[in-house]
């Protein structure tokens, strides 16, 4: 009851968010919960010995979801507002299509079962992960109008991408669940920090989180030193000797023109830039 309840609390989440904003609602977890907890209601129901179906209602049922699949895939386009109450029929009939093949049998489940169907299954989501960034370089660098020959070998691209990434990649991370509970959190936090780390890196210290008035008095911090002329006018602790200095730059004499001599230490060096312009 509680994990239904969550499951509607995050469905009723879902579809009050897409309406004002469908960007967090598709990427938010909280709003995707719900779609989560279907896929775990049916492998409680795996422990559930009592409940039975006959083949027949078996395959009616994945045929069901089959039919579904494929009539969202024809009448969805842009224009229907997802995920929300939307996704909830494309969601539903995988879930049959799962529940469907419990007993290992019918004509769904060995629809699905052949070797290029369990292949495909297999690094689906890290041919998911990797088909987007592919594209997007793909009409970056080479063109941005794809036509049939670009999507195909954009299809087949993704497809050897997601291969690699799920051997190199998802394949050892399933070795994680034979470590210690520890383990296996010290290392996500590891990795957590490093990624946080990159990405405050590579964001130039996120500087979304700072108004304009802010990132002004901040630019200040990366004036170009050069301006002090230092180690020809100016002589500091890394030039500490007067043959450093350069006395045709630094005293020089203009006709027409008010001439200051300026004298100090890094102070007056600040001060430079301002009284030569």
Same mark, same amino acid.
């Given at each position: #009851? ?17 309406? !004002? ?17 279907? /896929? ?27 039919? *579904? ?15 929300? =109450? ?5 969601? =539903?009939? *995988? #879930?049959?299509?799962?529940?469907? /093949? ?24 890290? *041919? !998911? ?5 592919? =594209? ?7 063109? #941005?109008?794809? /036509?049939?020959?670009? &999507? ?5 691209? $993704? ?5 690699? /990434? ?16 520890? &383990? ?14 990159? #990405? =405050? ?36 602790? &890394? ?17 027409? &023109? ?7 230490? $890094?102070?007056?060096?600040?001060? !430079? ?5």
């Amino acid at each position: #009851a509680c994990i239904i309840g969550l499951m509607i609390i995050s469905l009723v989440l879902s579809e009050l968010l897409v309406q !004002y904003d469908p960007s967090s609602a598709f990427y938010m977890s909280p709003s995707r919960f719900w779609q989560f907890i279907i /896929g775990g209601l049916i492998a409680i129901s795996e422990r559930n010995k009592n409940v039975r179906f006959s083949q027949k209602a078996m395959d009616t049922l994945g045929g069901a979801g089959f039919v *579904v699949i494929l009539l969202s895939m024809y009448f969805y386009s842009d224009e229907v507002v997802f995920p929300g =109450i939307n996704a909830l029929f494309p969601t =539903i009939a *995988v #879930a049959l299509i799962i529940f469907s /093949g419990r007993n290992r049998t019918g004509v769904v489940y060995r629809l699905l079962s052949v070797r290029l169907g369990t292949f495909l299954g297999k690094i689906s989501y890290s *041919v !998911y992960l990797w088909h987007w960034p592919i =594209i997007i370089f793909y009409k970056f660098e080479i063109t #941005a109008l794809l /036509g049939r020959y670009d &999507k195909i070998f954009l299809l087949f691209l $993704s497809i050897l991408a997601g291969y690699i /990434g799920w051997y190199l990649i998802e394949k050892r991370v399933a070795l994680l669940g034979k470590l210690s509970a520890k &383990k296996v959190i010290s290392s996500s936090c590891i990795m957590s920090a490093a990624c946080c780390c990159v #990405a =405050i890196y590579f964001s130039s210290g996120l500087t979304y989180r700072f108004n304009d008035e802010q990132l002004k008095y901040a630019q200040y911090l990366d004036y170009d030193s050069s301006i002090f002329r230092e180690g020809k006018c100016f002589l500091s602790s &890394k030039y500490d000797d007067v043959k450093y200095f350069d006395h045709d730059e630094c005293i020089t004499f203009q006709r027409g &023109k008010e001439n200051i001599l300026l004298m100090g230490d $890094s102070h007056a060096g600040h001060l !430079y830039t301002a009284i030569n312009s």
